[in-house]
């Protein structure tokens, strides 16, 4: 293939380990493919990267993957931890955005390197949509959450217009007021499944306060990016990913990720992305791990952003010790309400029905293809 039809991808994921690795694990997948790949991470997350793993070896593996770096607006010994992380949120229009347009700019003028044919920019870093429309690059917005999640918040505005949020729960507010289990109905396709109490934390903030502003905002520009990847499969979300084709022309399903690149890259205990937490690895539980029973052990982890408090510690752990189950519980942030045996009944069914979408001709199999295809295409017309 000439070197200026090759697709060359930029990859743009919001600085957090949990939307660092599935970009990874996409971007490893389209190199993998034979594209042209430019990951771009913070500077924090790079200098961490370095740390875990011998990058030079990597590109030796990985001729076609480039890792580049720009600020995230915090200072590089500021854990990115608890509410610290909303200001990365703000800090991507301030200060990342420019720096993001600067490399665009500077790939595009590169001789090394072919200049680059299409963004896939996380879907909370949509300043990335504006850098591609004014220099005339097409973009793809990956949205890393979940999928129920993210189309709440795309009809976050919806839900201010009817009057369902903000809410509060208080012993201040009448009983209707405070009621938690008030059905949501405000979100198309989700009208007989939510309640107040399943709303993101955002819904109970004030129209004017920044996050609630920066959220709206978001969600308004992710829009404006005709295509869509999502990191789910077509059996497991079918009526939102239905919903979805209303806002977006083209729509890829291609997770879970983790399990395609095991079915399509041989050696993937070498892939970048077992990197992806960002962290070294804790192997001290593996003794313990294997000498349980299989498929016997509880594993527990939360997401990074949310501080849980003493209390609701101990409390999530008399559940765990009552439940008479072996558990692991790596403990990190935020806070998940506690539905064990809900989880544990589902995750089977889930795990089946994963399992055959990256399976040869399995539906994320195939829209990883008809991704690929459609990059290649870009490339050509571009």
Known sequence: MEQHKVPHVVILPLPLSGHVKPMLILAELLCDAGFLITFVNSDYNHDRLERVMDIPAFYNRSPGFRFVSI??????DQPRLGPIIFQLF????TVSKPLFREL?????QSTERSPPTCIIA???MCFAIDVAEELGVPIITFPTHGYHGMWTIMHTSNLIEEGEVPFQASDCLTTEESDMDKPIT?????ESLLRR???PGNCRLEVENPLMEFIISEASAMKRASTLILNTFEELEAPIIAHLGSFFDKVYTIGPLHALLKTR???SSQAVSSYGSLRKEDSSCVEWLNSQPLKSVIYVSFGSVVELSLDQLIELWHGLVNSRKPFLWVIVRDLMEDKREEIIRSTNEIAR????????????HCNLERLIEDLRLMSLTN
């Open 71 to 76: 600020s995230d607006g915090l200072p590089l």
């Open 90 to 93: 703000f800090n991507t229009r």
């Open 104 to 108: 665009l700019i500077s790939l595009r």
């Open 122 to 124: 996380d879907g909370l």
């Open 186 to 190: 405000s979100i198309p396709g989700m």
């Open 197 to 199: 109490r399943d709303l």
């Open 265 to 267: 890259i041989k050696d």
């Open 353 to 364: 029905m994963a399992r055959g979408s990256v399976k040869e001709n399995g539906s994320s």
